[in-house]
């Protein structure tokens, strides 16, 4: 009796085998697979880092054409409002000044008169 027990032990063993085998196949065609979509999407996104690299240096250079021109629009259009200039056109991409309001009085002679105090309660 033992050398049948034994014998169906090798042939479980052998089973055992052959299917781990068949799984371990299995399981490197999966992962060529996935390793062959993975390089097909890393060469895709080679395409399109490329391509859109293109269109910065296209918008980069659309953006050096039109700027200027937008520039001396803008100033012809306030022109044409009946706005008087008070600060000349930037140059090189500078920006316009802004003009700052104070809420201090700007007469001295204003400066000490009293400011009406309103109550914490009264508002």
């Given at each position: 009796m033992e050398s049948t027990?034994?014998?169906?032990?090798?042939?479980?063993?052998?089973?055992?085998?052959?299917?781990m085998l068949a799984a371990l196949e299995q399981y490197r065609a999966e992962l060529s697979e996935k390793d062959r979509v993975i390089a097909d999407l890393r060469?895709?996104?080679?395409?399109l880092e490329g391509v859109n690299h293109e269109l910065q240096l296209q918008l980069g250079r659309f953006h050096d054409?039109?700027?200027?021109?937008?520039?001396q629009l803008t100033h012809n259009l306030q022109l044409s409002a009946g706005r008087h200039e008070q600060y000349a056109l930037p140059t090189g991409g500078a920006r316009l000044k802004?003009?700052?309001?104070?809420a201090e009085p700007v007469d001295v002679g204003l400066q000490h008169t009293p400011a009406k105090k309103v109550p914490k309660n009264d508002v």
């Open positions: 027990s034994c014998e169906k032990n090798n042939v479980v063993d052998a089973l055992t085998a052959v299917e060469s895709r996104l080679e395409i054409v039109l700027k200027p021109l937008t520039v802004r003009l700052a309001i104070s």
